[in-house]
Each structure stands twice: as structure tokens, then as C-alpha cells.
């Protein structure tokens, strides 16, 4: 068999089954956005009215500076915390790093329901204020869950992202030349040195393929904002969510419409983000 | 603080929130600021006329068993197919220089930047147009697609780690086609293999929002009872929490058995000629 056609029939099931797939997703969500929904009495193909009604309310703008103010914090938090986690796991893995895995391992529906156990009004994380007395009602806690600060789906979010970043930087560590590093001590660099010219710049490919596909994640996650949000802070998937289940089904073709500009949304920070970590990040214009 | 106190913080952080998940599944009265319940479920059940707790769950009444069988088998098929597609694919990016490559590896990777939502409502608009909308094969169809990105990139790693010498030297040596896969590829390759199967069967039990919209509440999986329970910003019920530890099953199986799998894998490596 020629090479040509090894490449070919390889990678064919796979290209096949994506281009079916995204194709699937493509075609028919695109026709009902722009306003071909028969079998809900919409047929007004084509239009643009459903795109331009959700750009123009003032509802979605705010629900889309939600979803970057929800995201970019926790997947900062998430690279930065999993960059000093992945540094702090050993060659040869011991209890602890096997455990540090275990959030990345779990739905997120558990991690919110961990977070329900943890931070709900009456939580543990009440009693046990209350044990040390700190506080003598359940409601003298501030708010985590369904406050406007939106802390509960930041815990959850890089809980769940931590081992993550941790996991591809202690790979990237694992395969990398351990002469550097010692050639550096030679010379005296301080630990402050090492992390900055010779760790950083070689963990930092990872970082930022980790961080955009953290990234994409949070500004596009579903379950944590919907199920932790409490009904007043919708993030743009949620508002999505609620116009595709209203019971009007003429709203479909306006969730579709808020569904693709999330995509597009979530495609330009991506390019953006590789964009600005290639141009100011030491080391990341490698690959 | 030293790298192994942080790496034990976060070891605790990762898993000391699960006590308190143990204990509100076991809980049958829990007030408070009382730290662990008053009253508990192995002491209400036998004066209870409903089942409780763990009860409620093991009862036909939950269908949770029917939902853990479903999530299982949901996982099974789609690490089994994506295997099938994603492998050969590995296998090509590899091995193989040719032109394109750059955007194939960028084609592989478009499910990691799609919204989940995105995916799933665009999938279930088509679905319902060929009639897989509500049915245990579209939803199939739709868990194997974020599972492709990462079971090409790890199979592409663990292909790497095969020499192709050692099979030239084999075939050499006489050994045909089938020989080579049977008795090198196969032991050599088995461990990543696995790991990567076991990674992908775990990403499918995690799906919510596919399985839901796609499979339109017929296909009921574990993550998706869950997700139906969860909400409102309420303290745990115990049947929430006892279904959030079913839920948590899976994962630390998987932590359990990749650790196998990996010591495996590092020994193996120890043993091939330069892999």
C-alpha cells in the first residue's frame, strides 16, 4: 500500500465521523437560527431578525460580560494554581499526586454537588463557622451559591481545572532535560532564575494550550452557571438553555441564534488568547 | 511551603469534600449547626414506609440502577467506536509526513473549542430530522465526538512511543503482518491503549448536556439523574448526595486502574530496545 493511501484510509474515519458530526450540528441549528422552523411554525428562511433581536437586548450583552467575568478569573486561577501544583508533583507519583487527580475525574454535576454539600446556606461550611462561633444563624454567611458574586461556580470550576493544568505540566516537566537545570545551578542561578528562564519557558506551550481549551470550556460550560447561577445570574449557554426548553417553541430558533453567537464568541477569544500569549508569554511562540 | 506539603493540600482539597457527601447520603436528620446528623438513615429505615436514602436509589422506583447499567454501557460503546476511528488516526499522525497535516490536527482538535451546548442543540435539531433524537445510538453518536480530540492526541503519543524498527526487524526476520500486530504492537502498545479507552469511557459518563438534548430525557444517564436533582442552591437531600457518589464511582475506579495501567506502562517501556 502506497503511503498516500495509508494517510488517507487512516485518517478517513475519523475526518468522516467529525464532518458528520459538526456537519449535523452545522446545517440544521443554522437553518432554524435564521428562521427555517417549520415544525414550529417559523418559516421566514432567510432572515436575520433572530440574530439582530439577540444582539440588540440589552439582557444578552450583560449575560455576555457574565460569561467572560466568569470565565477569565477561574481559568487564571486554574494555570496559575495548576502550574505550582504541576511543579510540586514528583518524577516517580506518590499518594498524593494520585489523589490531586481524583476532581478531574468526576462530572461537574458532582463537583456542584459537592459545592451544594460544602457552601449552601446551612452547608457545612456553616456549621462548621458556626461550631468555632463565628456565626449563630445560617444566614449571617455571605452568599456563596446563587449570590451576584458568582463564587460558588468559580470553587467549582477550578476545582474541577487544577489537576488538569497540574497533569500536562508535570508531563511536560517528566520529559524534559534535566541537564538544563542542573547547567543552570552550575552557573548559580537562584530558584527565582531557574523558574524564570529555565522552567517557565519550558512548561509554557502546555500552559497555553491548557489554558486555551480551559478557556473555551468556561465560557461555554453549561451545568455550573445554570445549576449554581440561581436563576438571576444567566451566563450566555444558560440563556441559550432556557430559550431552547421554553415551553413557546417559536422561541427555538432565538436560542439557536444566542447558541451560535456563544460559539463565535468563544472562537474569537480562543484566537485572541493564542494570539496575545504568543505575543507577550516567554517561550509560547514555540509549536 | 515545601512541594510535597502543597501537593498534599491539594490532595486533601481534592478529596476531603467527599466526607461531607458520605455523610449527608447517610443522613436522615440533619439540623442545623448540628456537624453530623442526629438521627441517621440505618436507624430511620427500619421504621420508614417509603424507601430511604441509599433504599430510595436501590429501589425500581429511582431507576438509578437502569441509569448506572445505561451510563455504563453509553461508556463502553463510545470508547469502543472512538477507538475504532481515533486509532488508525494516531496511528497516521505519528508515523506519516504529508501535506495537510497541520490541518488535520487543527480539524481533530474543533471539538474542544465548541461549546458543549452549541454541539448538542445543533445535534439535536438534525437528529430529530433522521429520527436519532431520543435514541441510545444518537446519543452514542454525539459522546464520541469530544472524546475524538483526546483519544487522538493520547493514541498519537502512544504511538510515538513504538519503534518502527523493531517491527522491521521482525518482519526481517520473517514475521508477517498479523505477527507483527499479535505479538509487538499489541503488547507494546496495550497499556496506552487501555489508558486512553479508560479516559475516553469516562469522558462519556460525564456528558450531561449531549445526553439530554440529544437523547431528549429517553436516554437516562447517572450525570444526567443528577443534574435533574441538583439546583436551587438547597443543602443536599440524602438521595442527591447517594446519587453524586454513584456518579463519583466511575472516576476513582478509573483512578484506581490507570495507576495499574501506568506502572504497567513505565515497566513495559523499561523493557523495549530505546522506545
Known amino acids: 500500500m502506497s503511503q498516500r493511501w495509508r494517510v488517507v484510509l487512516g485518517l478517513a474515519p475519523a475526518l468522516t465521523l467529525l464532518a458528520i458530526g459538526l456537519g449535523a450540528a452545522l446545517v440544521g441549528s443554522l437553518a432554524q437560527s435564521l428562521g427555517h422552523a417549520p415544525a414550529f411554525g417559523v418559516e421566514a428562511f432567510p432572515t436575520t431578525r433572530y440574530y439582530q433581536a439577540v444582539w440588540s437586548d440589552p439582557a444578552v450583552t450583560a ?29 516517580r507519583r506518590d499518594l498524593a499526586a494520585s489523589l490531586v487527580q481524583l ?37 449571617a454567611l455571605p452568599r456563596l451559591l446563587d449570590g451576584p458574586t458568582g463564587i460558588g461556580a468559580l470553587l467549582v470550576l477550578v476545582w474541577k481545572q487544577v489537576p488538569f493544568t497540574a497533569l500536562l505540566v508535570a508531563a511536560v516537566r517528566a520529559g524534559a532535560d534535566p541537564r538544563l537545570v542542573e547547567v543552570a545551578q552550575v552557573f ?14 519550558q512548561v509554557m506551550p502546555a500552559l497555553v494550550g491548557a489554558g486555551v481549551i480551559t478557556l473555551a470550556f468556561n465560557l461555554g460550560v453549561l451545568e455550573v452557571p445554570l445549576l449554581l447561577g440561581g436563576g438571576t445570574h444567566d451566563t450566555l449557554a444558560v440563556k441559550a438553555w432556557r430559550a431552547y426548553a421554553d415551553p413557546d417553541l417559536s422561541q427555538r430558533p432565538q436560542a439557536l441564534a444566542l447558541a451560535w453567537t456563544l460559539t463565535g464568541g468563544v472562537l474569537l477569544s480562543v484566537v485572541t488568547a493564542l494570539g496575545a500569549a504568543r505575543r507577550w508569554l516567554p517561550g509560547a511562540r514555540r509549536r | 511551603m515545601s512541594a510535597r506539603a502543597w501537593r498534599w493540600s491539594w490532595a486533601l482539597i481534592a478529596t476531603l469534600p467527599f466526607a461531607a457527601l458520605v455523610v449527608a447520603s447517610l443522613a436522615f436528620g440533619w439540623h442545623w449547626p448540628e456537624l453530623l446528623p442526629s438521627s441517621w438513615w440505618l436507624e430511620a429505615r427500619r ?7 441509599w433504599d430510595y436509589l436501590a429501589s425500581p422506583a429511582s431507576r438509578a440502577v437502569p441509569a448506572l447499567l ?17 486509532w488508525p488516526a494516531a496511528r497516521v499522525l505519528a508515523h506519516e509526513r504529508f501535506r495537510g497535516r497541520g490541518a488535520v490536527e487543527v480539524a481533530l482538535l474543533t471539538p474542544l473549542v465548541v461549546p458543549e451546548l452549541a454541539l448538542a442543540l445543533g445535534l439535536a435539531v438534525s437528529a430529530v430530522q433522521v429520527g436519532l433524537a431520543g435514541t441510545w445510538w444518537g446519543v452514542l453518536l454525539a459522546h464520541v465526538l469530544p472524546t475524538l480530540p483526546y483519544l487522538v492526541r493520547t493514541l498519537t503519543a502512544v504511538e510515538q512511543g513504538f519503534d518502527r524498527d523493531v517491527a522491521d526487524a521482525a518482519r526481517v526476520h520473517g514475521a508477517g503482518t498479523w505477527a507483527v500486530f499479535w505479538y509487538l504492537r499489541l503488547p507494546l502498545l496495550a497499556p496506552g491503549v487501555a489508558a486512553a479507552a479508560l479516559f475516553a469511557f469516562l469522558l462519556s459518563s460525564h456528558l450531561v448536556v449531549l445526553t439530554v438534548l440529544v437523547g431528549q430525557g429517553r436516554v437516562e444517564t447517572t450525570a444526567v439523574q443528577l443534574f435533574a436533582r441538583l439546583g436551587g442552591g438547597a443543602a443536599l437531600d440524602p438521595i442527591t448526595a447517594a446519587l453524586a457518589l454513584v456518579a463519583t464511582l466511575p472516576g476513582v475506579l478509573l483512578l484506581v486502574l490507570l495507576d495499574g495501567v501506568l506502572r504497567r506502562r513505565v515497566d513495559l517501556r523499561g523493557a523495549a530496545p530505546r522506545a
Open chain 2, 70 to 86: 445505561t451510563t455504563a454501557a453509553l461508556a463502553a460503546a463510545t470508547a469502543l467506536v472512538g477507538l475504532v476511528v481515533a
Open chain 1, 103 to 139: 476532581p478531574l475525574l468526576v462530572p461537574y454535576v458532582v463537583a456542584v454537588a459537592l459545592a451544594s454539600v460544602w457552601l449552601a446556606g446551612g452547608g457545612m461550611l456553616s456549621r462548621l463557622a458556626a461550631a468555632v462561633g463565628v456565626i449563630d444563624a445560617p444566614q
Open chain 2, 47 to 53: 421504621t420508614a414506609r417509603l424507601p430511604l436514602g
Open chain 1, 63 to 91: 449575560a455576555a460580560w457574565r460569561t467572560l467575568a466568569g470565565a477569565i478569573p477561574a481559568t487564571l486561577l486554574a494555570l496559575l494554581l495548576g502550574t505550582a501544583l504541576g511543579l510540586a508533583l514528583p518524577a
Open chain 1, 188 to 201: 548559580g542561578a537562584s530558584r527565582a532564575q531557574l523558574l524564570r528562564y529555565v522552567t517557565l519557558p
